[in-house]
């Protein structure tokens, strides 16, 4: 119960942190979506014990910083590779492997790598996924397992 709550307040948090709207009113049914969606969520067996660690409530943004500080950094050298006259491209397919326990966790892991730009995460099959990398470096492998023991934390995986 006290992590359906979190996710509650989470999800409620989010619905105002993107919401221009602060009145009682939209406040209200805000709520009620919120707890009509959880609702509907637990009624459908999408919610289980292990799919939001309460913890995670407060791992999470952290991981959200981090992460939109990666995708600025690969913005900047994706910029830059697009933008020179001669663009040197290593593409390159990367095998990594997901150590998150949960499909909530993988799901989190992959679409990262997606939002990075310059990296796609193009199969996932159980615990190994395929990304492609437009410009490769030495130091990408090593970058997706930070990543991945990054998105293992969240989920609670020491």
């Given at each position: 119960m006290?992590?359906?709550?979190?996710?509650?307040?989470?999800?409620?948090?989010?619905?105002?942190?993107?919401s221009t709207f602060l009145e009682p009113l939209y406040l209200i049914f805000g709520l009620i979506s919120v707890g009509l969606s959880l609702y509907l969520a637990k009624r459908l067996g999408l919610l289980t014990e292990d799919d939001?660690?309460?913890?995670?409530?407060?791992?999470?943004?952290?991981?959200?910083?981090?992460?939109g500080i990666q995708v600025l950094q690969s913005n900047l050298k994706v910029a830059r590779l697009v933008l020179s006259r001669q663009p040197r491209l290593h593409q390159r397919f990367l095998h990594v492997h997901?150590?998150?326990?949960?499909?909530?966790?993988?799901?989190?892991?992959a679409n990262s790598i997606t939002l990075t730009p310059?990296?796609?995460?193009?199969?996932?099959?159980g615990d190994q996924f395929?990304?492609?990398?437009?410009?490769?470096?030495?130091?990408?492998?090593?970058?997706?397992e930070d990543m991945d023991r990054r998105v293992s934390a969240v989920e609670g995986k020491p």
């Open positions: 006290v992590k359906l709550f979190s996710l509650g307040a989470l999800l409620f948090a989010l619905w105002v942190a993107f939001f660690p309460h913890m995670a409530a407060i791992r999470l943004p952290l991981y959200w910083l981090w992460l997901a150590t998150q326990r949960s499909e909530l966790g993988k799901a989190i892991f310059g990296t796609v995460t193009v199969l996932a099959e395929l990304v492609h990398a437009l410009c490769a470096q030495p130091g990408d492998q090593a970058a997706l």
